[in-house]
């Protein structure tokens, strides 16, 4: 088997073991809300030590920039642990290059929710890119990070 079709099938085998729909390339997701209103997507991120160190995680930090095609719904990302919570709106439009800013929950290591939703009806599409990362000391180095999706509307 020659290198890209490897690469290929260990891209598919990694979608088939979320066993849902979506994309998921490094530290980022790419996914779509449905119609109703209420729709809302649940990712389950784990924040460990760095890969290869042992610098805990510090925060996770998450971003969002709201895809074609154009939707009236504004996008937010909110992260949530241990009943911290914060969220970013992606307020420049629909289909650019820009994200919401950053939000930030200092939650240590362990599993973080980090949720996806819309302020209206409309079938909305997004990307998400998010990091766990050390504390300031360490110059916010990134630590391990594992995603999986949890609910899919
Ligand atoms: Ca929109």
Redesign the pocket.
Known sequence: MNAPYKTIAMALSFLLSLGQPGVVLGHSVRDSLGKRKSATDVYSVTCSNEEGGDTPTFRLAARLR?ELP??????SVTIAKDGAAAQATDKNG?GNQRYSPWAYVNGDNGVYQMIVTKSGRGI?RYSVEFHCQGPSSSGYIHTGTTVRITQNQ
Do not use: F, N, Y
């Open positions: 709201d154009r939707g009236k719904p504004l996008l629909d909305e």
